[in-house]
């Protein structure tokens, strides 16, 4: 017995239905993600950081009070960065030994390039040497090869 009904726009119509109801939910969970990453709280003093390098399975703490240099050790001289990546394979992922520095500055959290060989990149663009970017909750930044996620403690 057939129906009146072509059974193809019954299942044309329900795919279509969960499709869209599955694009609104992956859509709103973009926008929330989109919220949480983009958020730019204002700093009062201090901040701690978690930076989460790609590859790694513990993430490093970071507080932020003055500027905090980034880079690597070099065992011929005696300066020993702030933030030391040698841990990371530094010199073999090109990271300089005054590579980039962290600040805050005018209540928000920045950081700039200090003419790096390899460059630092924010969010797959790279940076212009000694001109500060502002940081947001969850950005992704690369100095040489090394990819880390950054997000601010509350």
């Known amino acids: 017995m ?8 019954n299942t044309t119509h329900d795919v279509r239905h969960e499709a869209e ?3 609104r939910r992956y859509q709103e969970q973009v926008n ?4 949480e990453r983009g958020s730019v709280p204002l700093i009062q ?13 513990t993430p490093m703490l970071v507080t932020i009070g003055d500027d905090v240099v980034i880079g690597r050790r ?3 001289m005696t300066m020993i960065p702030d ?8 010199y073999q992922m ?29 969010n ?18 690369r100095l040489g090869k090394i990819i880390m996620r950054l997000f601010i403690q509350d």
Not at 2 to 9: A, G, I, R, V, W
Not at 100 to 122: F, M, P, T, W
């Open 83 to 90: 933030l030391d990546l040698t841990p990371y394979g530094a």
């Open 21 to 23: 109801e599955a694009m």
């Open 45 to 57: 003093g201090d901040v701690t950081l978690r930076l989460e390098v790609q590859g790694a399975t």
């Open 124 to 141: 797959g663009r790279r940076l212009v040497a000694h001109q500060p970017v502002q940081l947001a909750n969850g950005d992704e930044v």
């Open 32 to 35: 929330n993600a989109e919220l």
């Open 94 to 122: 090109g990271i300089s030994r005054r590579h980039a520095i962290l600040r805050v500055h005018n209540q928000r959290l920045e950081l700039i390039d200090l003419g790096s060989r390899n460059g630092s990149y924010l």
């Open 74 to 76: 070099d065992p011929t």
């Open 2 to 9: 057939m129906s009146d009904q072509d059974p193809k726009e």
